[in-house]
């Protein structure tokens, strides 16, 4: 089998710590379902306040904001298609975090992470949309 790396060079994900929305989105109709995962939220938990604050700078209510934790990353494509189906959103953002080490079970995590997702986005049904602020790699 040949190896498989994480992509480098100036198309790599970068993670800046950082969300950015629109600058002309009017959130004031959206009903947005976050979904995050409980491992490492010593990142995971202040990427998930920097898309709260985003939100918020789109006037998106608190109370059309719907929060779901996970274990880990690998729940978080059951739990956007579950968010999907139950909690009539508009979007789903997926937030988790992914750390590469010693083994290929990293490689394996992030390609079944990110198949899941874009499987509940392609074949999920319905309006809403499944996206993740940013990809962080490390």
Known sequence: ????????GPT??????TVTFPSDLDGTKLRVG???ARWRDDLTGPMVADVLKGLAERSVKDDNIVQMEVPGCGELPVAA????ATQKVDVVIAVGV???GATDGYTFMCEAVSNGLM????FGGGR??????????C
């Not at 790599?12 to 710590?17: I, L, N, T, W």
């Not at 499987?119 to 392609?122: D, H």
């Open 34 to 36: 976050i979904v995050s």
């Open 12 to 17: 790599a994900p970068v993670c800046d710590g």
């Open 1 to 8: 089998a040949l190896p498989i790396s994480p992509p480098s």
């Open 119 to 122: 499987n509940v986005r392609c």
């Open 81 to 84: 298609r579950l968010m999907m």
């Open 98 to 100: 992914l750390i590469d």
């Open 128 to 137: 809403p949309r499944v996206g993740a602020p940013g990809a962080c790699c």
